[in-house]
């Protein structure tokens, strides 16, 4: 195989890769696969018409993002979502917000200039386009992004994107908890609440959610 076939061939394989572990992402994120739910190579093979070991690249993925876990005498299995790992990626994701505005704060002062805000405003605006929970979840996500991007702090902004996939599996669950309408009036005061009131607003703005999956 000439050096230009293998290059084609590699290509392909990643794009098999990338789009079965695209269709499983969306099946865990929209709730269609729950926590626990295996994932299983043979039948995930036959369903996208691809090889055992393009599944298994693509569960590996998945893994690495925590949407899934490979277990001892159990497979691959969708990752459960329990206390233990509401907490930890609240600790995390509050870690990483927290600061991202401290610094963001430390810059732009009480009064953020307009290029810093215009992502946060541009998402919020997007909110209303959104046709269904897994649209608006996303933009969540982007808003939350932007805002931690105004930190200007790349190592800060490089790990919370790595933490995208579990964050929107965490507004999976709190779903129920909102309409669009709330969701919308909420992060509409929260980029007024970073500017006049720095970390503390997204100390709390987390604290909240978290405590709505955190009851008893």
């Known amino acids: 195989m000439s050096r230009a076939d293998a290059a084609a061939d590699a290509a392909r394989n990643a794009t098999a890769v990338d789009r079965v572990a695209d269709a ?5 994120l929209s709730g269609r696969l729950g926590p626990d739910a295996p994932l299983r190579e043979e039948a995930a093979a036959a369903q996208y018409a691809v090889s055992r070991h393009t599944v298994r690249a693509a569960f590996q993925r998945l893994a690495s993002e925590r949407l899934a876990v490979a277990l001892p005498y159990r497979g691959v299995r969708v990752a459960a979502f ?22 963001a704060s430390e810059r732009h002062g009480r009064s953020w200039p307009d290029a810093v805000l215009a992502p946060a405003r541009a998402a919020l605006g997007r909110f209303a ?21 105004a930190s200007e702090s790349p190592r800060i902004i490089e790990a919370h994107a790595a933490i995208g996939s579990e964050i929107l599996l965490f507004l999976l669950h709190v779903r129920p908890h909102y309409t669009l309408e709330t969701l919308i009036a909420e992060h509409r005061v929260l980029i007024d609440e970073v500017q006049s009131r720095g970390p503390d607003a997204i100390r709390e703005h987390l604290a909240h959610s978290y405590g709505l999956l955190s009851e008893p």
């Not at 499983?24 to 865990?28: C, E, F, P």
């Not at 386009?129 to 991007?149: F, G, I, Q, S």
């Open 24 to 28: 499983v992402r969306d099946d865990i």
């Open 82 to 103: 329990d206390r233990e790992s509401i907490l930890a990626l609240h600790q995390y994701r509050s870690a990483l917000e927290v600061e991202a505005i401290r610094i």
């Open 129 to 149: 386009e959104c046709t269904d929970w897994v649209d608006a979840e996303r933009v969540h996500l982007d808003l939350h992004r932007a805002l931690v991007a």
